[in-house]
């Protein structure tokens, strides 16, 4: 992720849109470090995410969960 912090940025699959999100997240990634993340979820894949409404969310840091700093929803790009 370009721009990231130098510091660790939690990161969610959070069910809703960006502009209105779950506040508690549904899957919790690995947070990123240095502008990277790479997660596996058991269970889940990514058809299963396309057929609900869902977001990617990243925190500005561990210290402040409450600023999101980018959003994304996952979905298929026509």
């Known amino acids: 992720m370009a721009g990231g912090q130098n510091g660790s940025q939690p990161i969610h699959i959070h069910a809703g849109t960006c ?3 779950d506040p508690a997240p549904k899957y919790a990634l690995t947070n990123i470090v ?3 993340s ?3 979820i058991s269970g889940i894949t990514l058809g299963d995410l396309l057929k ?3 977001v990617i969310d990243v ?3 561990s210290a402040d969960t409450t600023k999101y700093v980018a959003c994304a929803p996952i979905a298929m790009s026509p």
């Open 19 to 21: 502009a209105n999100p």
């Open 38 to 40: 790479t997660t596996t």
């Open 59 to 61: 925190h500005e840091s």
């Open 52 to 54: 609900g409404q869902y």
């Open 34 to 36: 240095h502008g990277s």
